[in-house]
C-alpha cells in the first residue's frame, strides 16, 4: 500500500515505424512476431500524471479534459495492475492524459500514451525501472510504446522468450539522427472508422496469404535499415522505409475480408511523394493503420515537401517534426 498520495508526470513523444511492427508471437503479452524500427518526433507528445490515491475506489481516466470511454478505461486499469503487481501495491490511480499532437489528426496516440503512463506509473508506484524494464512494461500496453521510451532511431527486439523478456527497444545511434525530418500529412474527410491495429493484425495473421511473406521481409530489412543508419544513408533508409510500408499494407489488403486503410487521397498523397522525389527532392512515404502519410525527408527539403503535400486534395492539415527524445518525468512528488 502506498501509504500517502503519491504522484508523477511524464511525458513521451510518439514515434513512426519505418519497418512495421504487425503481427504477433503472443497476443496477451504483445509480443511481436517480428522486430521493428522507428523514429521518435518530436512534434506528437503526451504527457501524464499519475496519482496513487488511498482515498480512490476506482481507477480514473481522464483524457485530453475528457472522462475516458469504459474500454480505454479498462485497458488503463489493467496496465495499471501490472504496476500494482510489479510494486506490491493495491492503491487505485487517477490518470490525467493530455496529447498535444496537431489539432484532430486522428493520429494513432497509443504509443506515446503508453510510455509516457509506464514512466509516471511506475514512479508514481515507487518501483525504480530501467530504461529496458520500462520499456517492457510499456509494450504490454501497446506494441508500438515500447520504442517510445527512446529518442531518435529506435530498434525493437521480436526475442524469443515466452515471458517477453527479451522483447524490448532500445535506441540506435545515426548520424542521419539530427538531418531527418517527418513531414505528416492529415488525410480527413468522412474517412469511415478504421481498423484498430490490435484487431487487424491478428486478422491478417490469420487470413492474408502474404503474411508468411511479410514475416520473412522484415529480418531483412531490419538489417538493410540498420546498414543505412550505420552508414548514414538516407536514400537507402528511405527506399526500405516505403517499401517496407507497402509491403505491410499489402499483407493487410490481402487479408479476408481486406484490411484496407488507405483513402484516395491517401493515395494521391503518395503520388506527390514519388513526384517529389523524380523532381530531386529527399521524400519517401509510410503509412500506418489509418489513412495518413508521413513523408521521411531532410531538414533541407522538409518545408518544399509539406508545401507540396499542402496542395494534395484531401490532406487537411500538414506538419514537420524533427527527432525528439526519450521519455522522462517532468515532475514528482505530492500533488
Ligand atoms: O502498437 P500498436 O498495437 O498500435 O501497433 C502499431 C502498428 C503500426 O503502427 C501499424 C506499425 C508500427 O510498427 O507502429
Avoid at 73 to 87: E, P
Avoid at 320 to 334: F, H, K, L
Wanted: charged share 15%; proline share 5%; with cysteine.
Amino acid at each position: 500500500m502506498v501509504p500517502a498520495v503519491s504522484t508523477t508526470t511524464a511525458r513521451a513523444c510518439a514515434n513512426i515505424a519505418l519497418v512495421k511492427y504487425w503481427g504477433k508471437r503472443d497476443a496477451r503479452l504483445n509480443l511481436p512476431a517480428a522486430g521493428s524500427l522507428s523514429l521518435t518526433l518530436d512534434a506528437l507528445v503526451t504527457t501524464t500524471q499519475v496519482t496513487f490515491d488511498p482515498a480512490l475506489a476506482d481507477d480514473e481516466l481522464v483524457l485530453d479534459g475528457a472522462p475516458a470511454r469504459p474500454g480505454e478505461l479498462a485497458r488503463t486499469r489493467a496496465f495499471l495492475d501490472l504496476v500494482r503487481a510489479a510494486a506490491a501495491i493495491t492503491t487505485r490511480a487517477r490518470v490525467v492524459s493530455k496529447n498535444e499532437f496537431p489539432t484532430a489528426s486522428g493520429l494513432a496516440s497509443s504509443a506515446s500514451g503508453y510510455a509516457a503512463l509506464a514512466v509516471a506509473a511506475a514512479g508514481a508506484a515507487g518501483i525504480a525501472l530501467g530504461p529496458r524494464a520500462l520499456s517492457i512494461l510499456a509494450r504490454q500496453g501497446s506494441g508500438s510504446a515500447a520504442r517510445s521510451l527512446f529518442g531518435g532511431f529506435v530498434r525493437m527486439h521480436a526475442g524469443r522468450a515466452d515471458d517477453g523478456s527479451d522483447a524490448f527497444a532500445e535506441p540506435l545511434g545515426s548520424p542521419l539522427t539530427t538531418r531527418v525530418r517527418m513531414v505528416i500529412a492529415v488525410v480527413g474527410g468522412g474517412a469511415p472508422k478504421t481498423h484498430g491495429s490490435r484487431d487487424a493484425m491478428e486478422h491478417t495473421a490469420a487470413t492474408s496469404p502474404l503474411y508468411r511473406a511479410w514475416l520473412e521481409l522484415v529480418p531483412r530489412d531490419l538489417a538493410a535499415a540498420e546498414a543505412a543508419l550505420a552508414a548514414g544513408d538516407l536514400a537507402q533508409l528511405g527506399a526500405i522505409t516505403e517499401g517496407n510500408a507497402l509491403a505491410m499494407h499489402a499483407s493487410a489488403l490481402a487479408a479476408r475480408p481486406a484490411v484496407v486503410y488507405w483513402q484516395p487521397a491517401t493515395l494521391a498523397a503518395l503520388a506527390e511523394v514519388r513526384a517529389l522525389r523524380a523532381g530531386g527532392h529527399v521524400a519517401w512515404a509510410t503509412m500506418d493503420a489509418g489513412p495518413h502519410v508521413k513523408v521521411l525527408t531532410t531538414a533541407d527539403d522538409a518545408t518544399g515537401v509539406a508545401a507540396a503535400m499542402r496542395k494534395v486534395p484531401g490532406v487537411t492539415e500538414v506538419s514537420i517534426s524533427a527527432a525528439g527524445g526519450p521519455a522522462t518525468i517532468v515532475a514528482a512528488g505530492a500533488p
